[in-house]
């Protein structure tokens, strides 16, 4: 089974031509290539189409020829400082009110 990206790499074409004959937006080609999306089954069945393979003959999932480093290809979330909680939520984890803390029903009472 090969990728994505192999299999476009092998006919020599850019991710703009691969999206261009499967009818995505480039960025789509990027986000699958980069294993942040994965095709919806239509796209699947054209990547099929357009490669000549079986859609079921692509490997959807990261590329990890050169990972960048022990945690996959992605990387980390920045770390919290010790003590620091959440955006959004106070010291014991509860969501904290946004704006001036009125509900918008309350709001359009007033």
Known sequence: MRTIRALRQERGWTQFELALRVGVQPQAVYLWE??????????????????????????????????????????PRA??????????????????????GTRATERTKA
């Open 34 to 75: 980069s294993d942040r999306r994965t095709p919806q089954v239509a796209q699947m069945r054209k990547l099929g189409e357009v490669f000549g393979l079986c859609s079921d003959e692509i490997e959807l999932g990261p590329d990890l020829v050169t990972p960048r480093g022990p945690r996959g290809p992605h990387r």
């Open 79 to 100: 770390e919290r400082h010790t003590g620091e909680h959440p955006p959004g939520r106070d010291p014991d984890g509860r969501a904290t009110p946004r704006g001036d």
